[in-house]
């Protein structure tokens, strides 16, 4: 009879002469692995871990804006103009969405959908549309695709946070030359929503805030959105805590912009915190969308690695109607701007007011009134 057999007692780790490597005791006294998990990989060496799946129409509008103004030149410049989606959940309406919202920036840009699961592959077929919108079976290898943006919101939540930085080494090393990976979370219908923008060095270049002004008390608010590698790291001492901090100051000092509606309230915000010394990357054309986007990480220093000297709101002015913050409004220092987060001058800013009016009524009136799911 096998003496390990099922209720059989068996000898102990140990008592085999397994010792001290990755095993440890827990408080009952029993042998257990103290290993972090290995990413799943399959027969098609698809890496990761299956999302939960949980979409919904436009929770990404915001990314997919941002991309198709701020990081229009990404694609216009690009070779291969392909778009990676990863882990698009259990339904493909995302995928579609930024797909269409791709299309106006570059006319052959192709998009593909990457999902772990193949039955959400399959039920994804559908919504395709080749050669411009596919989906196929893949996670952080990409599939062996080699893309000039990646998607990937929503993705690492359900990871360690040791895990992150793996993470961001897998897919930064699939990027085409001069490419980008997006990484945040966002809320359940997209509401709020934070990101990083990533470059070839592998670390973050900008951290973005974007909200639903006229549901926001505080921008700490957007704390329960921030990326993985940040959410635990929002208490004092840390530069998240200090960021969220400094704004909510600045929102509290603009409280008189209240009156005109919460845009000219964040847009205040924003000036101020520029004012305190804060990176702040982009200017009114953006705050007027509910959008801030800081260098990340914050601090004195050189510019960020592959920031060029256009700052991201420069030449932009059809967007900019409305009262001025308080102070002056200027530009970012000297240096900061980004090759690869440019401004989107004419055909960019026609396609961000599409967005705007499509998916945020409630910023196109001053008070935030009009509320239809922005």
């Given amino acids: 009879m096998c003496p390990y057999r099922v209720g059989a007692i068996r000898p102990t780790l140990c008592e085999q002469g397994i010792h001290g490597r990755g095993f440890e005791r827990d408080v009952s006294g029993v042998t257990v692995s103290r290993r972090r998990p290995r990413l799943a990989a399959g027969r098609a060496r698809a890496l990761g871990l299956p999302t939960r799946g949980t979409t919904a129409p436009n929770r990404l509008r915001r990314v997919d804006r941002w991309l198709a103004s701020a990081g229009w030149s990404v694609l216009r410049r690009a070779a291969d103009p392909l778009v990676v989606d990863l882990g698009f959940g259990s339904s493909p309406v995302t995928t579609v969405e930024m797909y269409d919202r791709l299309r106006p920036v570059r006319a052959d840009v192709r998009v593909v959908g990457l999902e772990l699961a193949p039955e959400r592959v399959a039920a994804a077929e559908p919504a395709a549309r080749p050669p411009g919108l596919t989906f196929a079976r893949g996670g952080f290898e990409l599939a062996g695709l080699r893309p000039v943006v990646i ?121 101020l915190l520029r004012r305190d010394g804060w990176l702040v990357l982009d200017g009114p054309h953006r705050w007027r969308l509910g959008e801030l986007t800081v260098a990340w990480p914050p601090g004195p220093g050189p510019t960020p690695p592959g920031l060029g000297s256009m700052p991201l709101d420069a030449g932009r002015t059809r967007l900019d109607a409305g009262p001025t913050p308080p102070g002056p409004e200027g530009l970012p220092p000297s240096g900061v701007g980004s090759s690869w987060l440019e401004s989107a001058e004419s055909l960019g800013e026609d396609t961000e007011h599409r967005f705007v009016e499509q998916d945020e009524p409630g910023l196109l009136d001053g008070g935030g009134s009009r509320e239809h799911g922005g």
């Avoid at 990937?152 to 939540?157: D, E, I, P, T």
């Avoid at 961001?168 to 997209?190: F, K, M, N």
């Avoid at 639903?212 to 805590?241: M, W, Y």
């Fill in 151 to 271: 998607r990937a919101m929503n993705v690492l939540r359900q990871y360690e946070e040791g895990a992150v930085e793996s993470a961001w080494a897998a897919l930064v090393g699939r990027l085409q030359p001069g490419g980008i990976l997006v990484e945040g979370t966002c809320d359940e219908i997209g509401r709020r929503a934070c990101w990083f923008a990533l470059g070839p060095d592998r670390r973050p270049r900008s951290l973005t805030f974007s909200a639903h002004l006229g549901s926001l008390t505080l921008p700490s608010d957007l704390a329960p959105r921030l990326p993985k590698s940040l959410i635990a790291r929002n208490v004092p001492g840390e530069d998240v805590h200090a960021l969220l901090t400094s704004f909510d100051a600045a929102w509290e000092r603009s409280a008189p912009r209240g009156a005109f509606g919460p845009r000219q309230r964040w847009i205040a915000a924003a000036g």
